[in-house]
């Protein structure tokens, strides 16, 4: 039997699950999105109308879900939060994926935050949506070995992939029997939630922490060559505040302070607490600096630096 489904969706997990629907025997009734470059693109050349997302906080479009005969909406990244009443409103239940295991990594830029924290494993989940966030029954969950060295982005791209897997999961248990679909209750006393503004280390990077540590800071910020909702880790680099991407151990062992630099064979290095990194990307004024111009901008830093020191020791002389 075909189902009537809603999309409240954003991304490129939002556009999978509707070229998904798109081709199956369901019929999605509408796309509710934000997303203009990229899902009502999609929704268009399927015939499919688009609402902004923002619909879902009215009470009133309740009463629209129920005309058209909703049986599932599906909150595919959408951030908006739903009014209790459009989410009682679909005949089988509202859903939201979430790029997270659930209940310890509710909230947003969850992958980030995984990264952030050193996890060995990592997760997405669908679960049942309730007044609250991220905090109804679980339906499906997938979890998975965090991968080496993996970046904000790359882990964001994983829990998509599993995600919308697990929302096809959901589709199929719809429509052959609603009433089989899983509600695990939520341990909600081993709940951690991350705040939109939370930021880690409010984005310092603080060199007194080993290389893999750093490292892996540096990796929870990147979602290159998409804009951060973080931004990008903030450095003192030969005096000037600058932001920082692509820092990698080196296996080289320092005894220089933490946050001293050095050129090795024209690569910008800094100093951990126990050894030297690479750093790739350095961005100066909010401009990417070619590697090839790294050498000679730190001279050129430090050189003012000292200028700089002698005027004022010169001023202060002359003022004795």
């Known amino acids: 039997?075909?189902?009537?489904?809603?999309?409240?969706?954003?991304?490129?997990?939002?556009?999978?699950?509707?070229?998904?629907?798109?081709?199956?025997?369901?019929?999605?009734?509408?796309?509710?999105?934000?997303?203009?470059?990229?899902?009502?693109?999609?929704?268009?050349?399927?015939?499919?109308?688009?609402?902004?997302?923002?619909?879902?906080?009215?009470?009133?479009?309740?009463?629209?879900?129920?005309?058209?005969?909703?049986?599932?909406?599906?909150?595919?990244?959408?951030?908006?939060i739903v009014a209790d009443a459009v989410l009682a409103a679909p005949k089988i239940g509202a859903f939201n994926l979430h790029p997270g295991p659930l209940p310890s990594y509710a909230g947003l830029n969850t992958p980030g935050w995984a990264i952030h924290n050193g996890e060995s494993e990592y997760g997405v989940t669908v679960h049942w949506m309730q007044p609250g966030i991220d905090t109804g029954p679980i339906a499906f969950e997938a979890r998975f070995a965090m991968p080496p060295k993996v970046t904000a982005l790359a882990l964001a791209g994983e829990c998509t992939r599993r995600g919308v897997a697990l929302l096809n999961r959901l589709i199929e248990r719809a429509a052959a029997d609603p009433s089989s679909i899983p509600r695990a209750p939520q341990n909600l006393s081993a709940r951690a939630y991350y705040a939109r503004h939370r930021i880690p280390e409010d984005g310092r990077i603080d060199w007194n922490r080993p290389a893999a540590e750093v490292a892996r800071f540096a990796r929870a910020f990147d979602y290159g060559p998409f804009a951060s909702p973080w931004g990008r880790p903030v450095a003192v680099i030969a005096g000037r505040r600058v932001e920082v991407l692509g820092i990698e151990p080196?296996?080289?062992?320092?005894?220089?302070?933490?946050?001293?630099?050095?050129?090795?064979?024209?690569?910008?290095?800094?100093?951990?607490?126990?050894?030297?990194?690479?750093?790739?990307?350095?961005?100066?004024?909010?401009?990417?600096?070619?590697?090839?111009?790294?050498?000679?901008?730190?001279?050129?830093?430090?050189?003012?630096?000292?200028?700089?020191?002698?005027?004022?020791?010169t001023s202060l002389g002359a003022n004795i």
């Open 1 to 80: 039997m075909g189902l009537n489904v809603l999309i409240a969706g954003q991304e490129a997990a939002g556009a999978q699950i509707l070229r998904t629907l798109v081709a199956s025997p369901h019929r999605v009734v509408a796309v509710l999105t934000q997303d203009p470059a990229s899902l009502s693109g999609h929704a268009a050349q399927a015939g499919v109308m688009t609402l902004p997302a923002k619909v879902v906080k009215d009470v009133a479009f309740a009463d629209l879900i129920r005309a058209w005969e909703v049986d599932l909406l599906l909150n595919v990244h959408s951030l908006h």
């Open 250 to 313: 080196t296996g080289v062992a320092t005894e220089a302070a933490a946050g001293s630099h050095r050129l090795d064979n024209g690569a910008l290095q800094l100093a951990c607490s126990d050894e030297w990194v690479d750093v790739r990307h350095v961005f100066v004024d909010g401009a990417l600096m070619k590697s090839y111009r790294v050498a000679d901008w730190i001279r050129s830093e430090v050189l003012d630096d000292a200028r700089s020191s002698e005027r004022e020791m």
